[in-house]
């Protein structure tokens, strides 16, 4: 190929002035390779710095996100540190509803409520606010406390109605009000031989008619005439609990009725073998005669309605 040439030629405004430029093929090429090569590293610089400059934007803005976050977090850390108090506070009425309920307080190895592993940390925020698995820490061992609480608050509650229900059922009422003790639990004279023998229970003196009351929840085992008991009521309390009510003038109830404490079962008398009125009224504990008085925690006055329950 011939070695072609081109020639530039710049004329001054008045035309007075001619400046002349031969360049050969080679060259011109060169020139516009190098005018190429430096708009395209003009265009690379300006990107460079319009990304370097969005992106200085963006991490200023992600900055001021993050510090807008550990604001809130510490915000966060600071009520769960109250809540930390307030289970604190439960626990200490915990431990004392369980003494009141004669349960076991919670062992401190267990209040520890201690777990394996960590927790999963939050992808991307963790790595730039360690603070989150902090706290995700903090919360996940306040909900396991929280657990704990919940569960032995549920367990005093079930103890409690129990017992509740049980003392409901336990032969806590004086049987009649008034009246005087004239033969005592244990050993005595018989009235009628002056042999000794085991009184398996109470005689309480008082006058023909009086109400004689259930001492507990229950239900009737047995409501007639039995030896020497005369007219006679028993009533099964559950819980291994019986008492029985003996010389009654009358009874009014009868097998297998269902009867409240401070209801009316029956009346003063002295029917059977007996010197006199008076309520022979004893209390069994699986079976086995045991001291009525040392179960007299109840008054009638207590009970509603006067406790009389007819």
Same mark, same amino acid.
């Given at each position: 190929?011939?070695?072609?040439?081109?020639?530039?030629?710049? #004329?001054?405004?008045?035309?007075?002035?001619?400046?002349?430029?031969?360049?050969?093929?080679?060259? %011109?090429?060169?020139? #516009?390779?190098?005018?190429?090569?430096?708009?395209?590293?003009?265009?690379?610089?300006?990107?460079?710095?319009?990304?370097?400059?969005?992106? +200085?934007?963006?991490?200023?803005?992600?900055?001021?996100?993050?510090? +807008?976050?550990?604001?809130? $977090?510490?915000?966060?850390?600071?009520?769960?540190? &109250?809540?930390?108090?307030?289970?604190?506070?439960?626990?200490?009425?915990?431990?004392?509803?369980?003494?009141?309920?004669?349960?076991?307080?919670?062992?401190?190895?267990?209040?520890?409520?201690?777990?394996?592993?960590?927790?999963?940390? %939050?992808?991307?925020?963790?790595?730039?606010?360690?603070?989150?698995?902090?706290?995700?820490?903090? $919360?996940?061992? %306040?909900?396991?406390?929280?657990? #704990?609480?919940? +569960?032995?608050?549920?367990?005093?509650?079930?103890?409690?109605?129990?017992?509740?229900?049980?003392?409901?059922?336990?032969?806590?009422?004086?049987?009649?009000? &008034?009246?005087?003790?004239?033969?005592?639990?244990?050993?005595?004279?018989?009235?009628?031989?002056?042999?000794?023998?085991?009184?398996?229970?109470?005689?309480?003196?008082?006058?023909? &008619?009086?109400?004689?009351?259930?001492?507990?929840?229950?239900?009737?085992?047995?409501?007639?005439?039995?030896?020497?008991?005369?007219?006679?009521?028993?009533?099964?309390?559950?819980?291994?609990?019986?008492?029985?009510? &003996?010389?009654?003038?009358?009874?009014?109830?009868?097998?297998?009725?269902?009867?409240?404490?401070?209801?009316?079962?029956?009346?003063?008398?002295?029917?059977?073998?007996?010197?006199?009125?008076?309520?022979?009224?004893?209390?069994?504990?699986?079976?086995?005669?045991?001291?009525? +008085?040392?179960?007299?925690?109840?008054?009638?006055?207590?009970?509603?309605?006067?406790?009389?329950?007819?």
């Amino acid at each position: 190929m011939p070695n072609r040439k081109f020639k530039l030629i710049y #004329l001054s405004h008045d035309l007075t002035k001619k400046v002349e430029l031969t360049l050969s093929h080679r060259k %011109v090429r060169g020139l #516009l390779l190098a005018l190429a090569v430096f708009f395209l590293a003009t265009n690379i610089v300006a990107g460079l710095l319009a990304s370097f400059v969005l992106n +200085s934007r963006e991490n200023e803005a992600l900055q001021t996100e993050n510090q +807008s976050l550990r604001d809130h $977090l510490g915000q966060i850390e600071t009520r769960i540190a &109250g809540l930390g108090g307030n289970l604190k506070e439960l626990s200490e009425t915990d431990r004392v509803l369980r003494m009141m309920a004669d349960l076991p307080v919670v062992d401190p190895d267990v209040r520890d409520v201690g777990v394996g592993g960590s927790v999963e940390p %939050v992808p991307t925020v963790a790595e730039q606010l360690p603070e989150v698995n902090n706290v995700l820490w903090t $919360l996940d061992r %306040v909900q396991r406390e929280l657990e #704990l609480q919940k +569960s032995s608050f549920a367990e005093i509650h079930s103890k409690m109605t129990a017992d509740k229900e049980r003392l409901k059922h336990t032969p806590t009422l004086r049987p009649i009000t &008034g009246g005087y003790v004239s033969s005592g639990f244990g050993v005595r004279r018989d009235p009628f031989t002056s042999d000794v023998e085991n009184h398996s229970g109470l005689d309480i003196t008082q006058q023909r &008619g009086t109400p004689v009351l259930a001492a507990g929840d229950g239900q009737v085992m047995y409501a007639g005439y039995y030896s020497s008991y005369g007219k006679f009521v028993v009533i099964d309390h559950g819980f291994g609990y019986t008492t029985a009510y &003996g010389h009654l003038h009358a009874y009014n109830v009868r097998h297998g009725q269902y009867v409240t404490k401070g209801q009316t079962v029956g009346q003063v008398g002295s029917t059977g073998r007996a010197t006199g009125c008076h309520l022979h009224y004893e209390v069994r504990v699986n079976g086995t005669a045991v001291d009525p +008085s040392d179960y007299f925690f109840d008054q009638v006055a207590e009970l509603p309605g006067s406790g009389t329950k007819n």
